[in-house]
């Protein structure tokens, strides 16, 4: 196999005819389209969600290695925030859990989501089982099954209801970056947790109550069995014991 040929088979179709073959691609072809994605400045703009996070593995230490890429979303119905990341070469398993930790300290998600590949399969048991979230494997599935989770994630994209914090501009970078194919592991995590992911519930409003057609108290009762006098017989009401008023 050439050189070339080596090149070729670890790009994407995107970026090889953009970058080898000078023959890029219009903005509007990209997958995720820079006008669509929105900004939030502050995280308590964020309303009530739940919180999820998802890790996609990079094995080796070389240059040329992908990095390992840990991002925690929270979504509600329409939304999805992504709320924080942490993209590092060369993590081991211990790296790894130190990390996950950290942005559990932060975020208290309920959800975690490792990406069942490589030396991932070893990480699950470093966790342990007193977790306070719930690991949930992620098994790759097909070829083209990345694919198709990043594109899952179009939906909120083109109708502007997929949100990132104003400055992460690595994150920003990554996402219009990606144009099928080529790695990006910052969006391939955000894809896993936005698929283990479910909205949140509403927060119950303790102050709605649901308040009764009618009201009626005891001395409703008692005056309208004044006013009734004799005319309630045991036929008309069975269940009321008669009394002297």
């Not at 703009?45 to 080796?60: M, Q, S």
């Not at 398993?93 to 930790?101: E, K, W």
Request: aromatic fraction near 14%; hydrophobic fraction near 35%; charge should be neutral.
């Amino acid at each position: 196999e050439s050189g070339i040929a080596k090149v070729r088979k670890k790009l994407s179709p995107w970026f090889w005819e953009s970058q080898y073959m000078l023959n890029p691609a219009s903005p509007e072809d990209f997958v995720f389209k820079r006008n669509y994605l929105q900004y939030y400045k502050k995280y308590t703009d964020i309303p009530n969600t739940a919180t999820f996070c998802a890790i996609d593995p990079a094995v080796g230490s070389s240059k040329s290695a992908c990095d390992t890429a840990i991002v925690v979303i929270s979504r509600d119905e329409e939304n999805i925030y992504v709320l924080d990341y942490i993209k590092r070469k060369s993590m081991n398993p211990t790296t790894i859990l130190a990390a996950t930790q950290e942005l559990y300290d932060k975020w208290k998600f309920s959800i975690l989501g490792i990406e069942t590949v490589h030396f991932m399969q070893w990480l699950i048991p470093v966790f342990g089982d007193s977790t306070p979230f719930t690991i949930q494997k992620c098994q790759p599935g097909p070829k083209d099954s990345k694919e198709l989770r990043i594109r899952a994630l179009t939906r909120h994209f083109e109708t502007e209801h997929f949100y990132i914090k104003e400055g992460m501009g690595e994150f920003e970078e990554q996402l219009f970056q990606y144009q099928g194919g080529n790695t990006r592991g910052l969006v391939d995590s955000t894809a896993w947790a936005f698929h283990i992911s479910y909205p949140a519930k509403p927060r119950w409003d303790k102050d709605a109550r649901m308040k009764p057609m009618f009201e009626i108290t005891f001395e409703d009762i008692m005056e309208d069995l004044k006013s009734q006098g004799d005319a309630i017989k045991p036929v008309d009401a069975p269940f009321l014991i008669p009394v002297k008023v």
